[in-house]
């Protein structure tokens, strides 16, 4: 089997291994920890792959594992709300009559 096929085939099985698996939501940690495992793995189930194969598939699998949008909702801090001037008070500034309707 030509190499281009092997190396399109692993990167497919992990591919689909990180769909499966849900290492998508993992902190950054556990998915390079888990990546390195995977590669090892990788590397055993297809050992005509090389070093340089094994980096490339780890680099495009860290890739893939990092969204281009990010869907985590994000911590929000609470700020306190300024006070707001209340209707008739606003429309008083703006120059308008607040009796005015």
């Avoid at 792959?49 to 780890?58: A, F, G, R």
Wanted: proline share 7%.
């Amino acid at each position: 089997m030509p190499q281009e096929k092997i190396f399109a085939q692993a990167r497919d099985e992990l591919f689909s291994h990180i769909n499966r698996c849900g290492v998508l939501s993992a902190t950054d940690d556990d998915r390079t920890a888990w990546m390195n495992e995977t590669i090892d793995y990788i590397g055993e189930r297809y050992p005509d792959l090389v070093d340089p194969d094994l980096q490339e598939l780890h680099a495009v699998g860290i890739r893939f594992c990092q969204p281009a949008i990010n869907n985590v909702p994000a911590v929000a801090v609470a700020e306190p709300v300024a006070e707001t001037a209340t209707a008739p008070e606003a429309t008083q500034e703006l120059g308008g009559d607040a009796n005015a309707a």
